[in-house]
T-cell receptor
Framework: LAKTTQPISMDSYEGQEVNITCSHN???????ITWYQQFPSQGPRFIIQ???TKVTNEVASLFIPADRKSSTLSLPRVSLSDTAVYYC????????????FGKGTKLSVIP | GAGVSQSPSNKVTEKGKDVELRCDPI?????LYWYRQSLGQGLEFLIY????????KSGLPSDRFSAERTGGSVSTLTIQRTQQEDSAVYLC??????????????FGPGTRLTVL
């Protein structure tokens, strides 16, 4: 499984756009990039997944450069309720079930 | 529909006792996973089921840990002779395996285990 590196923590004010970058230099051709969000005392929750270029859903956008060695999760206009830990994972379909969660990025949104 | 449920939500036990943790996956999900999360740490993979079989038990930390799944649905994680280092939140997840992309795993709320 490709190893990922992301910042341990980030602070942001309400209403700002937050970008969390994840490095995955050893990503394989078949690997997808997935982000999960975890609130305190809850299990992780899927946010977004992509393979290349840009993916957008109602919650976030995911930017993936051509070399795919990194990815950036973008949260538009964060609110206090976005305070959580965000995990970046890399894996392919078959056999990637063992999701390797690192320590993630703890995002603190400040009023 | 109903999400993944786990029981109990909290469990306090004495060192040396056995505990059983239960997971009810989302109906129709063939894959089931167990993870462990210690305070302030990321998730540690324990075991994966596809149907009733467990092709990967590599994450189980010791032979005190075992898990089973019956009827392709409910799973039980058993920890024998609990130790204080077993204290953690035990998370269960399930997914509908498509094999086409990394399957989204849906997590339960977890069981917080405290070993005194």
């Amino acid at each position: 499984l490709a190893k990922t590196t992301q910042p341990i923590s980030m602070d942001s004010y309400e209403g700002q756009e937050v970008n969390i970058t994840c490095s995955h230099n050893n990503i394989a051709t078949n690997d997808y990039i997935t982000w999960y969000q975890q609130f305190p005392s809850q299990g992780p929750r899927f946010i977004i997944q992509g393979y290349k270029t840009k993916v957008t859903n109602e919650v976030a956008s995911l930017f993936i450069p051509a070399d795919r060695k990194s990815s950036t999760l973008s949260l538009p206009r964060v609110s206090l309720s976005d305070t959580a830990v965000y995990y970046c994972l890399v894996g392919s379909g078959a056999g990637s079930y063992q999701l390797t969660f690192g320590k993630g990025t703890k995002l603190s949104v400040i009023p | 529909g109903a999400g993944v449920s786990q029981s109990p939500s909290n469990k306090v036990t004495e060192k040396g006792k056995d505990v059983e943790l239960r997971c009810d996956p989302i109906s129709g999900h063939t894959a089931l996973y167990w993870y462990r999360q210690s305070l302030g740490q990321g998730l540690e993979f324990l075991i994966y089921f596809q149907g009733n079989s467990a092709p990967d038990k590599s994450g189980l930390p010791s032979d005190r840990f075992s898990a089973e799944r019956t009827g392709g649905s409910v799973s039980t994680l058993t920890i024998q002779r609990t130790q204080q280092e077993d204290s953690a939140v035990y998370l269960c997840a399930s997914s509908f395996t498509t094999g086409l992309t990394t399957d989204t795993q849906y997590f339960g709320p977890g069981t917080r285990l405290t070993v005194l």
